[in-house]
Structure formats: C-alpha cells, structure tokens
C-alpha cells in the first residue's frame, strides 16, 4: 500500500505530497497492529536496489521522494534504535541518517550502511548486557563463598577480569 501511494503521487523533479500519507500509514501500523510484524530492512533495501538499477533507465525514483524515503528509513528504524544501550551510537545512527544523500543514485549504499552499523551496534549491545550478567554472576557466587562482608573487596578477588575477557572472545 504505501509503495502504491508513493509511486502514484511521486513526480520526479518536484515534491512529493505522499509524506503525509505515508507518514499516517506508519504510525496507523504500528500504533493499531504493532504485533503486525512488516520486514521493512527487506522492503526498504530492496526498493533502493531497485531505484539504483542501471537497466532500468536513468536514475528516476520509481517510488518515493528523497524526503519520503528518508523518512520511511527513519521511521522503520526507531523501534531498533530505542533498544540501543549506548546514546552516543543512537545519535551515530541518527546523524547519518539524517547527513547523508538520498537521492536515487546513493540510496542502496547509505541503506546498506545504516543497517549494518545498527546490527553491529546491536551485537555490541548484547555483548555489553552478557557480560554485565556474567560479572554479576561471578561476584554473588564468589560473595555467598566469602568470608569477606564487604562488597567491593568481593568485586575485586571474583575474578571477573580474568573470566569475563576470555568467555568474550567467544561469543
């Protein structure tokens, strides 16, 4: 539906009036049928390829605005972002979307860009929240064997600094 309204409304060379549709497209989706699960990486990547396909004529939006497009990739995004346990790589992520070209001849690159540093920072994040755990799970189990009461002195001889490196390397 919404690559419908933006090819239909889109003239090249000039503003697209489907922003505001699109734009009350998504939010209706994901405020009435949030458990409506929609691949839009797949989409979105896809149509970039598609816009940036030299075979099929010069490069003319087949789809959406630069504007429209920008938004579309913004807004697919923001749930992912949200999740992310590290401002500085939200406003990363943020910044190069909103600094870099969407015109039809950049988009599948600056696509594939912004998706592959948010899975990065996703796996980082992860690993950050693993071996949160896994030090937590170090310094109760060497603080209940301890003769020691105070916390600190606990944190320091449970070996976390040895341990949490090395399990690391693994994952």
Not at 41 to 69: K, L, V, Y
Request: charged share 25%; hydrophobic share 40%.
């Amino acid at each position: 539906m919404i690559e419908k309204i933006g090819r239909a409304s889109y003239v090249a060379g000039k503003a697209s009036s489907s922003l505001p549709c699109i734009k009350n497209l998504v939010k209706t989706q994901q405020s009435a049928f949030p458990e409506y699960d929609i691949d839009w990486q797949g989409i979105i990547t896809t149509w970039a390829a598609e816009d940036a396909d030299p075979s099929r004529g010069p490069f003319i939006a087949r789809r959406f605005h630069n504007s429209t497009f920008k938004y579309l990739v913004r807004a697919t995004i923001e749930e992912r972002l949200s999740s992310l346990g590290v401002e500085k790589w939200r406003k990363e992520i943020q910044t190069d979307v909103d600094g870099r070209c969407w015109f039809i001849r950049y988009r599948e690159g600056s696509v594939r860009l912004i998706y592959s540093k948010l899975a990065h920072y996703e796996r980082l994040s992860k690993l950050k929240e693993a071996a949160s755990l896994l030090e937590l799970a170090l310094w109760k189990t060497h603080f209940e064997d301890s003769i020691f009461t105070e916390k600190d002195i606990c944190r320091i001889k449970c070996g976390s600094n040895v341990v949490v490196p090395n399990v690391l390397s693994f994952l």
